[in-house]
T-cell receptor, first 112, second 114 residues
């Protein structure tokens, strides 16, 4: 089984809808991250969490919110989706003792 | 925020050729990482570098942490078709405000012709 899983893998929705993307990990890592990937822009950090009680905004947090339900679970929500949020979304995890991050398989989100 | 300049943006090579790509920054980094992303998948870690001057190999891949701590390169020797994908550099900037966060380059798209 994969260490970092994301659901759904693909989602098509309409403008204004609320969407939740989920991430689970079995690596036992404290830190979890949400990134967005757009063509030619690499990966940009949306939110990150160093432990269950710690949530921090990344460089592009506007329009997004997160919830760290447990050490192993970190969900990303789009309260009212808009077309320019169409992108690939990746969850990642890392141990607190290292900068190395491990990525999930991604969710392809399309907002019509 | 921190910027990483990764080059080249894309490469088209023949199978068997060697490949070199690099990342540079105007700021100092504590860690350099190299990832590969296959279509439809998440980035997979190739090599992690933690010390200035460090040279590390992983099979046909070799990466170095620049002495100035502002750059890193990745070399792939004797390329094969499965090397196709997007290669990303990532770094953990020095400085307290960047603790625990990575900055990513824009990626190098590698195409290998058989």
């Amino acid at each position: 089984d994969a260490d970092v899983t994301q659901t759904p893998r693909n989602r098509i929705t309409k403008t204004g809808k609320r969407i939740m993307l989920e991430c689970s990990q079995t690596k036992g890592h404290d830190r979890m991250y949400w990134y967005r990937q757009d063509p030619g822009l690499g990966l940009r950090l949306i939110y990150y969490s160093f432990d269950v009680k710690d949530i921090n905004k990344g460089e592009i947090s506007d329009g997004y919110s997160v919830s760290r339900q447990a050490q192993a679970k970190f969900s990303l929500s789009l309260e009212s989706a808009i077309p320019n949020q169409t992108a690939l979304y990746f969850c990642a995890t890392s141990e607190s003792s290292t900068d190395t991050q491990y990525f999930g398989p991604g969710t392809r989100l399309t907002v019509l | 925020g921190q910027q990483l300049n990764q080059s080249p943006q894309s490469m088209f090579i023949q199978e068997g050729e060697d490949v070199s790509m690099n990342c540079t920054s105007s700021s100092i980094f504590n860690t350099w990482l190299w990832y590969k992303q296959d279509p439809g998948e998440g980035p997979v870690l190739l090599i992690a570098l933690y010390k200035a001057g460090e040279l590390t190999s992983n099979g046909r891949l070799t990466a170095q942490f620049g002495i100035t701590r502002k750059d890193s390169f990745l070399n792939i020797s004797a390329s094969i078709p499965s090397d196709v994908g997007i290669y990303f550099c990532a770094g953990q900037p020095a400085g307290g405000t960047s603790y625990g966060k990575l900055t990513f380059g824009q990626g190098t798209i590698l195409t290998v012709h058989p």
